[in-house]
């Protein structure tokens, strides 16, 4: 792939690094934290930045929105990448509010909203599981 | 002007996307994602994208502000203190990227009006929705008639959505808390 990166190259493909910098921080938070509200954070971010560089490959330069004024000589940008954004952000907030309403549940049956906290808990009770099944096996023999 | 703008807002963005990951109060972090979802919307504008900016303000700034705070309201104030940062995180989310920017390479030049996006559907929905839909707005046109089925299909989503969040969280503090059970 033979590439010269000139001024003009980098100027036409900065917003695109420059997004995918921004949704790499959503990424981070979603690895790296273990605070499951945080984590849901950390999507939106993702998903925010995904939206941006969509919208972004949409833009004609000396464009305005596709509104139209009836000027025959009028540049449009791009309609349909922004109504396939409208729609992913509808369904961005959907399964945003389904993975609150888990947090919700989580927190009622474990007590806690931190990862390990979530891990540990399941990690005892599986620990006393295999102790109860041992003993009454060794009742029955 | 454009340009300055942009990156302007583009600092700002990150910072507040930094601000978050550094933030240990939940409140504040949720506070601080409804100020990043404003800053995209404005972003949004100057991308010619007004539809989707405003949709943005109302459901990223609005409502997930809202539905945010309720659950820290039913769950907890604060984020814990991590017992040991490790670099893996670190080194995935690098590795992501390079590949990322590796795939950006071959694009067309933001903002060229003879990328491949600009060439087939969408300039045709410019030109035929004056006759068609008699609607100013082009997004409008495509979203409620050229592509009404994808909005069908949005709203058997947040329908299911609501349905599974409703399953999820109806009697909640009446079905008794399982580490009472256990003390009792």
Known sequence: MAIDFDIDFILGHINYWLFVILMLTGLYIVVARGNLLKKIVGLNLFQVAVFMLYISMGKIGGGTAPILTGNPDEVYSNPLPHVLILTAIVVGIATTSLGLALIVRINESYGTIEEDEILELDHQKSQSEIIKVAKEASNDS | ?184
Do not use: C, W
Request: hydrophobic share 55%; charged share 15%; aromatic share 8%.
């Open chain 2, 1 to 184: 002007m454009e340009l300055v703008l942009t990156s302007l807002l583009f600092f700002a963005l990150v910072a507040t996307a930094i601000a978050i990951a550094l933030v240990r109060r939940l409140f504040a972090v949720v506070m601080l994602a409804g100020v990043f979802s404003l800053l995209a919307a404005m972003l949004f504008v100057l991308m010619d994208a007004v539809d989707v900016a405003f949709t943005e303000a109302a459901v990223g700034a609005g409502i997930s502000t809202v539905l945010m705070l309720g659950t820290i309201a039913l769950t907890a104030r604060s984020e814990k203190q991590p017992a040991s940062y490790s670099l893996v995180p670190l080194v995935i989310v690098v590795l992501t990227g390079l590949v990322l920017i590796y795939g950006t390479l071959d694009m067309p030049n933001f903002g060229s009006p003879d990328a491949p996006v600009q060439q087939h559907v969408g300039p045709d929905y410019i030109r035929k929705t004056p006759e068609d839909i008699h609607v100013p707005n082009v997004v409008t046109a495509v979203l409620a008639s050229y592509r009404g089925y994808d909005t069908l299909g949005e709203v058997t989503v947040v329908f299911t959505a609501g349905l599974g969040v409703i399953l999820l969280i109806s009697g909640l503090g009446r079905r008794p808390r399982r580490r009472k059970r256990e003390e009792d």
